[in-house]
């Protein structure tokens, strides 16, 4: 069975405090590692997608890698429009399996 | 591009009655969508797997008959809630995938969410 931990479940941060937030996985068969942001009584939004150990893609304040067993969301100098659930999903032979999200709040 | 909507953002429903949320993709055509299910604090649960054309595929332990898929066309795929009770109670959010993006395979557009309240 496929799972997905991201951690921490929560972090607050100073803006222009960085940070990352990690999501470790078991798959079988990996076929895409996805992180989304959701903001509160919202459908999550796609940021990333990753394929493949050792590769990386940036949007902005916002970087994401990949080993073969975790992803990291790194936030380069956070603005509190940053404020918002981190979700991170692996796509597997099936189906696209969820992590529980970390909730990230941006004080100014 | 890859704007998926869904209707009503928001339903409030007295227990047993029936309620229809619709998912649109509105600039590009979707074999595939998905139903999932949140609650408070808790991660995506994938719900059903709705192909175009043919019945749903419904995860283990969601009841087929309850929860009603219908994916009429390319572009729409309906949940309806059928004697909806209060534990029905939750955010109901549709993806789908874009047939055009053959790089993304995987990569799954979701909807703004439909917040269920079952009195």
């Known amino acids: 069975e496929d799972q997905v931990t991201q951690s921490p479940e929560a972090l607050r941060l100073q803006e222009g405090e960085s940070s990352s937030l990690n999501c470790s996985y078991t798959?079988?068969?990996?076929?895409?590692l996805f992180w989304y942001r959701q903001d509160p009584g919202k459908g999550p939004e796609f940021l990333f997608t990753l394929y493949s150990a050792g590769e990386e893609k940036e949007k902005e304040r916002l970087k994401a890698t990949l080993t073969k067993k975790e992803s990291f969301l790194h936030i380069t100098a956070p603005k509190p429009e940053d404020s918002a659930t981190y979700l991170c999903?692996?796509?597997?032979?099936?189906?696209?399996?969820f992590g529980k999200g970390t909730m990230l709040l941006v004080s100014p | 591009g890859a704007v998926v909507s869904q209707h009503p953002s928001w339903v409030i429903c007295k227990s047993g009655t029936s309620v229809k949320i619709e998912c649109r993709s509105l600039?590009?055509?979707?074999?595939?969508m998905f139903w999932y299910r949140q609650f408070p604090k808790q991660s995506l649960m994938l719900m059903a797997t709705s192909n175009e054309g043919s019945k749903a595929t419904y995860e283990q332990g969601v009841e087929k008959d309850k929860f009603l898929i219908n994916h009429a066309s390319l572009t729409l795929s309906t949940l309806t809630v059928t004697s909806a009770h209060p534990e029905d109670s939750s955010f109901y959010i549709c993806?789908?995938?874009?047939?055009?993006?053959?790089?993304?395979?995987?990569?799954?557009?979701f909807g703004p969410g439909t917040r269920l309240t079952v009195l």
């Open positions: 600039d590009f055509q979707a074999t595939t």
């Open positions: 798959v079988s068969g990996l076929r895409g």
């Open positions: 993806s789908a995938r874009d047939l055009g993006l053959a790089d993304t395979l995987g990569e799954q557009f």
């Open positions: 999903a692996v796509q597997g032979y099936s189906t696209l399996t």
